[in-house]
Nanobody, 122 residues
Framework: QVQLQESGPGLVKPSQTLSLTCTVS????????????WTWLRQPPGKGLEWIGS???????YYDPSLNSRTSISRDTSKNQFTLQLRSVTPDDTAVYFCAKTPGPSMDYEDRGQGTQVTVSS
């Protein structure tokens, strides 16, 4: 069974870059499948789940248009990890961030990590 674990700082200052890593076990992020994506999600306080972006088994990357200009997703296949960078953060980026396995580049997940709280504050 796949397990996903988010890691990274819990506090980021405004205008800085939020960086998170997702470590995957029990599955390979490079296993060839049309229905296998590795995805970043977030849930701001009092709001619903939001899709940030996804990376496919082949390395194709998809971003939410509203975050596209500030977001980078990459991967380290040797470590079976994928990462999120969100630049120029503001307090509106405060949320619980999740990494997930999804059948497509969307928020419909099959499995997800427990989530990590990231607070943007000076």
């Amino acid at each position: 069974q796949v397990q996903l674990q988010e890691s990274g700082p819990g506090l980021v200052k405004p205008s800085q870059t939020l960086s998170l890593t997702c470590t995957v076990s029990g599955d390979s992020i490079t296993t060839r499948s049309r229905n296998r994506y590795w995805t970043w999600l977030r849930q701001p306080p009092g709001k619903g789940l939001e899709w940030i972006g996804s990376i496919s088994w082949s390395g194709a990357i998809y971003y939410d248009p509203s975050l596209n200009s500030r977001t980078s997703i990459s991967r380290d296949t040797s470590k079976n990890q994928f990462t999120l960078q969100l630049r120029s953060v503001t307090p509106d980026d405060t949320a619980v961030y999740f990494c997930a396995k999804t059948p497509g580049p969307s928020m419909d997940y099959e499995d997800r990590g427990q989530g990590t709280q990231v607070t943007v504050s000076s």
